[in-house]
């Protein structure tokens, strides 16, 4: 006897209201409006995968339109032809409604694809800018230049330092005033800021030998108040020369020759005798001012002469505490501050514009 079940029309019709139900979203996708303010890519994507799932939760094989196929044959005979045609009617419309959502979709993903990675070819195009050197690095890497022609070579150092390598090499006794903390940075841990890159030069000569020539370009820090002309971080740059019968010609014609390879071949330079406690004798050297040619202007405050930085024979206690020895080998040591140096070469009025990073005043060297 066939088992008793309930009305078969009634569930193909249930089947089919829940087909219709949970179908209705995927119709409001048309390429047409994948260029307008439409469903996003994303949306049409996550909607695939949605009607990929929809597909096997009715055609599959433990689908509700599966469980109605295999109600056929369960039927009175005289049933089954017409209830038959009916799911067969309803499976190739949930089919071909099935497949014509997906072409529908995969057209309005590639349309909206298509979209989202458009280049209008006929706008103008959006230049990179270009970022350049700053005034100071075009300075320093300008000195290098020349001293490396000259045989030097570039050095580079810590810019905290042990009181050794900030004042003992460098013949700074405990009692000297640059030891002061009014005057120097110092560290919770006793170190110090280097006040200048002469402590470069001790690291130098303690790793080679002479004869040596070498410059340390860097950033120094003093307690000084901010102006016009003086900054608590600067940078400075100094050289050293260590070989046998140096002697303060050889100076006067390294600094010389480095001057005119900087300002021109015409400028002159001058020594003025002063005190530094890592060099004896020291010296002040000026230059002849670049933009009079030394008859006197506002630039040189009238004198024809332009201060460009210290110099002297290298003290021979500074030598000892590396220990060269002094009755072989001599050398010469100078300093000079490259913001000055900018500030000279830029007509600048005040080095703080160095720092400021004030984009309308940087571009200017570009």
């Avoid at 280049?119 to 700053?134: A, C, I, Q, T």
């Avoid at 260590?242 to 020759?257: I, P, W």
């Amino acid at each position: 006897m066939t088992p008793e079940i309930s009305d078969p029309k009634e569930q193909l019709e249930a089947v089919r209201e829940a087909f219709e139900r949970e179908f209705e979203r995927f119709g409001s996708f048309r390429p047409e409006d994948a260029n307008s303010a439409g469903p996003s890519l994303a949306e049409a994507e996550m909607n695939l995968r949605a009607l990929a799932e929809l597909r096997t939760r009715h055609t599959g094989r433990k689908s509700a339109l599966a469980g109605l196929k295999k109600m056929i044959g369960r039927l009175a005979p005289e049933e089954r032809a017409a209830f038959g045609q009916s799911v067969q009617q309803l499976e190739s419309k949930i089919l071909a409604g099935l497949d014509e959502a997906e072409s529908r979709l995969k057209a309005y993903a590639d349309t909206a694809r298509i979209e989202r990675e458009r280049v209008d070819v006929s706008l103008p195009g959006r230049r990179p800018r270009r970022g350049h050197l700053h005034p100071i690095t075009i300075m320093r890497q300008r000195i290098e230049d020349i001293f490396v022609a000259m045989g030097y070579t570039v050095e580079d150092g810590p810019e905290i330092e042990t009181d050794f390598y900030n004042f003992d090499a460098l013949n700074i006794p405990p009692t000297h005033p640059a030891r002061s903390a009014q005057d120097t940075f110092y560290t919770s841990d006793g170190l110090a800021l280097r006040s200048q890159t002469s402590t470069v030069q001790i690291h130098a000569m303690q790793r080679r030998r002479p004869p040596l020539r070498v410059i340390a370009p860097g950033k120094v820090f003093r307690r000084d108040t901010p102006d016009a002309t003086h900054n608590p971080m600067f940078y400075q740059v100094e050289g050293l020369l260590v070989d046998r019968h140096v002697t303060m010609a050889h100076l006067k014609g390294t600094v010389s020759e480095f001057v005119r390879r900087m300002f021109g071949p015409t400028t002159r330079t001058r020594f003025r005798p002063s005190y530094f406690p890592f060099t004896e004798p020291s010296a002040e050297f000026d230059f002849s001012c670049f933009k009079c040619g030394g008859t006197g202007c506002a630039l040189c405050k009238g004198s024809g002469w332009i201060e460009l930085g210290g110099s002297g024979m290298v003290h021979p206690n500074v030598l000892r505490s590396v220990d060269i020895d002094t009755d072989e080998f001599s050398g010469f040591a100078f300093g000079l501050g490259i913001d000055r140096m900018c500030a000279l070469m830029y007509n600048l009025d005040d080095i703080r514009l160095l720092f400021e990073n004030d984009i309308r005043f940087l571009e200017q060297f570009n």
